[in-house]
């Protein structure tokens, strides 16, 4: 017997997780082999399907259609697609803005912030490997939940990463929940744990808020002072405004 016939053959399945993660192949090539693991069907063929979430196909725009197209593929197929892809969202460090997609769709968005809340508080803010997750998940819920769930950001503005704090600021401003968002965003300003870019975000989200920070403006980065006066109701205005608007 030769060496050859000791290699066990590839299955259909390993053919087609293998087809699915070819970068330069025809867009039909990697849908075919897509079209192949839906037919199977099972857990194994619905991880190796996500697997294409995790390459960049040639061209932007196709590589981006074809993520999209499958997307909604995996929100037709529904709950039995759900073990495979929730596991793919909470231990892929990167490439979940896709799958995040087709788990709302699946879910609905009640049961999809759930999930998604539960996914981003696994990571904690000095987590270095996730950062690409924590800022998709950090944007996504931002975008969905309300006033309430403001809390839920603060830790991020301490996060290592300067993205990660950033979008954290944004979603803050867009909730414009004073007793949750006031102080963290106030001490971004004060602290030189931050980059110049976020303390100039937070300051600009204080600033359109149009929240006190006469009680701490005194300990403000020195650099936001030459940018935000104090104005006379204690909140934050534009050096270059007017003086009678300050």
Not at 174 to 192: M, Q, S
Not at 212 to 241: C, I, M, N, P, T
Request: hydrophobic letters at 40%; proline letters at 4%.
């Amino acid at each position: 017997m030769g060496l050859l016939d000791f290699i066990k053959p590839k299955s259909a399945l390993e053919k087609a997780a293998a087809q699915v993660r070819e970068p330069y192949a025809q867009p039909e090539y990697r849908r075919g082999a897509m079209d192949k693991l839906f037919e199977i069907g099972t857990d194994e063929a619905y991880r190796a399907l996500l697997k294409r979430f995790t390459i960049s196909a040639h061209g932007q725009i196709a590589d981006e259609a074809e993520k999209r197209e499958l997307v909604d593929q995996l929100a037709g197929v529904g709950e039995p697609v759900l073990p495979a892809l929730k596991e793919f969202v909470q231990t892929e460090k990167k490439n979940i803005s896709f799958p995040v997609r087709a788990v709302l769709k699946i879910l609905g968005k009640e049961a999809g912030i759930e999930f998604l809340k539960a996914t981003l508080q696994q990571y904690e803010p000095l987590d270095h490997r996730s950062v690409q997750a924590k800022t998709t998940l950090v944007i996504t819920l931002g975008e969905l939940v309300d006033a309430s769930e403001a809390g839920l950001f603060a830790p991020y503005l301490e996060d290592h990463d300067d993205d990660v704090q950033f979008q954290a600021v944004v979603a803050l401003e867009r909730l414009a929940n004073e007793e949750a968002a006031r102080e963290p965003l106030v001490n971004v300003c004060t602290t030189d744990q931050h980059s110049a870019r976020v303390k100039r975000r937070a300051a600009q989200a204080l600033h359109e808020l149009g929240w006190s920070v006469k009680d701490r403006y005194d300990a403000f980065d020195g650099e936001l002072k030459d940018e935000f006066l104090l104005g006379k109701k204690g909140h934050l205005v534009k050096k270059q405004a007017p003086a009678e608007e300050a």
